[in-house]
């Protein structure tokens, strides 16, 4: 079955220290997204990607950093530099601009909190 | 700026009433689509209906329906005879075309009591 996949389930993050979330999906989808929800305050867009070997920042990009090496993966990375990185983490992707209206479709989520 | 707001932070209905889930959306463009969510308490976003800014017919699909109506910029959704798996965070999200954002309003939060 096609889809995305968002592992792990749960991370601890000590620290100081950087943490990788791992995104896939099998969609063929053109366009990657990560998104940051905190209780009460909805979705918010941290990069996007429209292509390989090329992302954007979203709303929120400070201390996060992502790459797109494969169509297919989108890894998010929270460094030390994020100071409140406790949230739970979601991946999305959809078709690419010239097909109107796409939906998203969003993996299962990662629940990160500091140790 | 393009804006999605849902004003209710939280509902609760008994199991068999009907409910509706408000949505405003803010945008200048004149070609759009709106988007409903459904976020269970698995955390997974399920996508459950989109609409173009030229289609302002309503829809129904089983239990649930929309009415999106361009002279109000709203877009809700009633849930007809609730039940307690309909218990939820739902998002309404609006994206410009042409472009690959999605904007999201902060949700409402859905309890169906037994």
């Known amino acids: 079955d096609g889809g995305i996949t968002q592992s792990p389930k749960y991370l601890f993050r000590k620290e100081g220290q950087n943490v990788t979330l791992s995104c896939e999906q099998n969609?063929?989808?053109?366009?990657m997204y990560w998104y940051r929800q905190d209780p009460g305050q909805g979705l918010r867009l941290i990069y996007y990607s429209q292509i390989v070997n090329d992302f954007q920042k979203g709303d929120i990009a400070e201390g996060y950093s992502v790459s797109r090496e494969k169509k297919e993966s989108f890894p998010l990375t929270v460094t030390s530099a994020q100071k409140n990185p406790t949230a739970f983490y979601l991946c999305?992707?959809?078709?690419?601009?010239?097909?109107?209206?796409?939906?998203?479709?969003f993996g299962d989520g990662t629940r990160l909190s500091i140790l | 700026a393009q804006k999605v707001t849902q004003a209710q932070t939280e509902i609760s209905v008994v199991e068999k009433e009907d409910v509706t889930l408000d949505c405003v959306y803010e945008?200048?463009?004149?070609?759009?689509?709106l988007f409903w969510y459904k976020q269970p308490p698995s955390g997974e976003l399920v996508f459950l209906i989109r609409?173009?800014?030229?289609?302002?017919q309503n829809e129904i699909s089983g239990r649930y329906s929309w009415n999106f109506q361009k002279s109000t910029s709203s877009f809700n959704f009633t849930i007809t005879a609730s039940q307690v798996v309909d218990s939820a965070v739902y998002f309404c999200?609006?994206?410009?075309?042409?472009?690959?954002?999605?904007?999201f309003g902060t949700g409402t939060r859905l309890k169906v009591l037994a």
């Open positions: 609409r173009n800014s030229f289609d302002e």
């Open positions: 999200a609006l994206r410009k075309e042409g472009t690959y954002k999605y904007i």
């Open positions: 969609l063929n989808h053109d366009a």
């Open positions: 999305a992707s959809s078709l690419g601009t010239s097909f109107r209206g796409q939906p998203q479709h």
């Open positions: 945008t200048r463009d004149t070609t759009y689509y």
